[in-house]
């Protein structure tokens, strides 16, 4: 039966395809793929894990037996007998084999899948005694995930590549080794899940929860395939392998479409397809306004290796190197967190990347929805957008902070590099910032390494560093408004939150205020200043960020096209009058959407 789910749109497009459910399990389950030729030591895996659980529950058995009834109740050695069962079971079995040969899942994906589709099983039995056996299924599978744990002989293989969605090389999808588009449903990923499936299979994402610029948002809109999150209940509803359209534009899901429905999607993902490729044919022409207006377009990363995509859109440059992306789920794989080394390669593979031109390295943004990993978890802080993130975090951790800031002086020294600071609203922080990035160099020194160097940068995330302007720009080279951030802290709105989803108003007059006088005050004040947030990829601010004075905009490699097209229809001396009435308005979206 079709049904469809409304969410936030967060990533343009209609993808078609088969849903995978990613199940959160009560033990932590990572999701991978292997690759075709460890199929048969991924089902040997659930082999071994089955004969070591089957010894176990004998084991127990064989103990209970010699128990009195009163250490062991009867009932206890009956049903060590089921879960003898439901462990032989050919649904289970059968069915995890077919999700690691046909789907390529690791052993632990597949048996989480193939639970929960059993479990669904159990739950619409009418027999009472039956259904609560699925308990018994539950524990017999974390039997196996514990028996499993430690076994992994590669934790995060890269998946093959589904489609390259940059209008370059067309859009078939074909020769992957799959012959159906996925897509992924879960209820929530981590933005550090998110980066596993970069290269991924997959089509399109939705999940339950998140934010328009939830940083899982983000990453999905960096991947760009059409996603939508905040789209309650989806996990629960959508069942693995039912066929799902995600409307990326409008926000919405549906599930096991009419063959209608699906041919009037089919045919606007062909027109979606259409307008990409007429875009890609801007890709080499200068963003320069109809009155002669350079305009800079750069592009947001996540990874070193994201420059390919940044160069091939057109970038000229790098104005958002998420460096905590490096660092983000290492823990939880159990490796060590990147040291100097690691990370001067990572740092040198994206100045490499962009053949010369500038690359602004932010230092590391952790905590709030970006954990360090999935296990430090909101619940342990009491409002962690509030708390130790961004350069709060870098300063209480003075060690982390400095090993980071030699890595990105060393890399300077082999091109352009822009040092940015998250987060930055107290005058001791700048101080303490500035301090230790001397220090960074002074140890360079010391040990005779080179170091090149750097143009300076804050971020304006915080309303009061907004307001006090003049004390940053007495320190830094330029100013970068991180507008997600800028947003949640002005409207006091969660930015991952999807309950408040509607509050979180890039044109509230408050917004739009502290953006404007921050591009006046550098523009009066000669210093760079861009914007690195969402509001730069969205082609419906850019005649007003144009208006403002705004000539330095970084956004996903993939929205840069769009973004040049308005840039290349704007005339700024008509749009900058109109900017200011703009910001007069009491309806100043309205006047935005024209
Ligand atoms: C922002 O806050 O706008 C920004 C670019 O930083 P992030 O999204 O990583 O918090
Ligand atoms: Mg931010």
Redesign the pocket.
């Known amino acids: 039966m079709t049904f469809a789910l409304h969410g936030l749109p967060v990533a343009r497009g209609i993808a078609i395809g088969r849903a995978v459910l990613v199940v959160s399990s009560r033990v932590d389950v990572a999701h991978y793929f292997v690759q075709p030729h460890e199929v048969e030591a991924e089902i040997g895996r659930v082999r071994t894990a089955r004969n070591a659980v089957a010894e176990e529950l004998q084991r127990l058995q064989a103990n209970v037996a010699q128990m009195t009834p009163q250490e062991a109740p009867h009932e206890l050695s009956a049903l060590l007998e089921v879960h003898q069962m439901l462990l032989q079971d050919e649904a289970l079995t059968d069915g995890v084999k077919h999700w690691i040969t046909e789907r390529l899942y690791n052993a632990e994906w597949a048996l989480t899948t193939q639970l929960e589709i059993v479990a669904r099983q159990f739950d619409e039995m009418e027999d009472e005694y039956l259904r609560e056996r699925k308990a018994d299924l539950e524990q017999v599978v974390e039997r196996l995930l514990h028996q499993m744990k430690g076994t992994a002989a590669v934790l995060a293989p890269p998946p093959p590549k589904r489609r390259a969605r940059t209008g370059e090389e067309g859009d078939d999808g074909a020769d992957d080794g799959f012959d159906v588009p996925l897509v992924l449903i879960a209820h929530d990923l981590a933005p550090a899940d998110m980066l596993q499936f970069k290269k991924s299979v997959f089509a399109g994402f939705v999940t339950d929860v998140g934010g328009r610029?939830s940083?899982t948002a983000?990453v999905a809109r960096s991947m760009d395939i059409p996603a939508v999150v905040g789209a309650r209940g989806a996990s629960q509803l959508v069942r693995q392998d039912d066929w799902v359209i995600i409307d990326g534009d409008a926000g919405v899901v549906i599930v096991d479409p009419s063959p209608i429905i699906l041919a009037e999607y089919g045919f606007k993902q062909r027109q979606g397809e259409l307008e990409r490729e007429r875009l890609w044919r801007l890709r080499h022409k200068p963003a320069v306004t109809l009155d002669n207006q350079r305009v800079e377009l750069l592009a947001n990363i996540e990874l070193p290796d994201d420059t390919a995509g940044a160069v091939k859109a057109g970038a000229v440059g790098v104005g958002?190197f998420?460096s905590e992306f490096l660092f983000m789920g290492r823990t939880e794989r159990g490796e060590k967190l990147p040291d100097e080394e690691e990370q001067y390669e990572a740092y040198r593979r994206a100045i490499d990347g962009m053949q010369g031109m500038p690359v602004t390295i932010r230092t590391i943004?952790i905590g709030a929805d970006k954990p360090l990993d999935a296990k430090s978890t909101k619940q342990e802080y009491l409002n962690p957008a509030l708390g130790l993130r961004a350069i709060r975090w870098s300063l209480a951790e003075p060690a982390m902070f400095l090993t980071q800031l030699r890595a990105i002086l060393r890399a300077a020294a082999h091109g352009a590099v822009h040092l940015l600071i998250?987060m930055l609203a107290h005058a001791s922080e700048i101080r303490q910032t500035l301090a230790l990035i001397e220090q960074a160099r002074a140890e360079l020194d010391m040990r005779g390494q080179a170091h090149g160097a750097v143009k300076l940068g804050a971020?304006i995330?915080v309303p009061a560093a907004a307001l006090t302007l003049k004390l940053f720009l007495r320190h830094f080279d330029f100013l970068s408004i991180?507008?997600?951030?800028?947003i949640q802290y002005t409207l006091a709105i969660d930015r991952a939150d999807e309950a408040v989803a509607h509050l979180y108003d890039p044109a509230h007059p408050a917004v739009l205020r502290l953006v404007a006088d921050t591009i006046a005050e550098c523009r009066r004040q000669g210093k760079g200043v861009s914007v690195?947030?969402?509001m730069a990829g969205d082609v419906h601010f850019t005649r007003l960020l144009l208006g403002l004075g705004l000539r330095s905009f970084s956004m996903h490699p993939s929205q840069i096209l769009a973004v040049k097209q308005e840039v290349l229809r704007a005339d700024t001396t008509k749009l900058a009058p109109w900017a200011q009435r703009v910001l007069e308005s009491d309806d100043p979206a309205g006047m935005i959407a024209g």
């Not at 991180?482 to 800028?486: A, E, F, K, R, S």
């Open positions: 610029t940083h983000i958002l998420r943004d998250p971020m995330e991180g507008t997600n951030d800028l690195c947030g969402e």
